[in-house]
């Protein structure tokens, strides 16, 4: 097991992960670090204990408004793939749930790469 030593709001912390994931871990960290960034640029001087909060109930509120999209997708392409529509018989609202799916799968992708954009920078 690999021991990473990280810093966080410019306390370092030592944590071990599985050996090949130091890098993910530190990216982690830096996540972590960017939500503590932003809630103290809005002017709040909380303490530590505050500030991990906040920077967890953010990361939370993100992965949940993520993973409702994520499940609304899921149940639109089960939905459709249950309707098995004759393509000659096509309804203009099968033509309109396509294009929402369609607009609803490339918001996802969109956000996606957001988060993924996030993880990357230091």
Not at 5 to 13: A, E, H, L, Q, R
Request: charged share 25%; with cysteine; net charge negative.
């Amino acid at each position: 097991m690999a021991q990473v030593s990280v810093k966080i709001n410019g306390y370092s912390y030592t944590v071990g992960c599985e050996d090949g994931q130091e890098g993910h871990l530190i990216a982690m960290a830096a996540q972590v670090e960017s939500r503590i960034d932003s809630i103290k640029a809005l002017g709040s001087s909380s303490g530590e204990q505050r500030l991990l909060v906040l920077a967890a109930l953010l990361m939370a509120d993100e992965l949940h408004d993520t993973k409702v999209e994520t499940d609304t997708l899921r149940g639109l392409l089960a939905e459709k793939s249950r309707a098995k529509p004759d393509a000659e018989a096509k309804s203009g609202s099968d033509q309109k749930a396509g294009v929402e799916l369609s607009r609803r799968v490339s918001k996802l992708a969109v956000r996606a790469e957001q988060i993924a954009n996030g993880l990357e920078q230091p």
